[in-house]
């Protein structure tokens, strides 16, 4: 039998609430809805690995590693990686808008 590593990736509002919280106030600053991100995480022994896709079909993704600290009470590096995520995610909202408007 293979390992599929798929099946240990978790989501992250259930996951790190106080994380995915964080996140939804953040990217709303942003006028993003939590449902434009596919927050997943991946429990490791250091903490987890913090995986957001976004853009048509969720295809781009940006990773990041977080430990379990972080993860319950978010820290300035957490909010920075959320906040380069939400810029990244705008300009890609709004590249798709004008790229659908044009056709």
Do not use: W
């Amino acid at each position: 039998m293979s390992y599929n590593p798929a099946l240990d990736e978790k989501l992250l509002r259930f996951a790190a609430p106080a994380l995915y919280q964080q996140m939804a106030d953040i990217f709303s600053r942003y006028h993003i809805h939590p449902y434009d991100i596919h927050g997943t995480v991946i429990k490791n022994e250091n903490g987890f690995d913090v995986t957001l896709r976004f853009s048509q079909s969720f295809s781009q993704s940006v990773t990041t590693q977080v430990s379990f600290d972080q993860a319950k009470n978010p820290d300035k590096d957490v909010v920075r990686f959320f906040e380069e995520t939400a810029e990244k995610c705008k300009s890609l909202l709004i590249s798709d808008y004008y790229k659908m408007i044009k056709l």
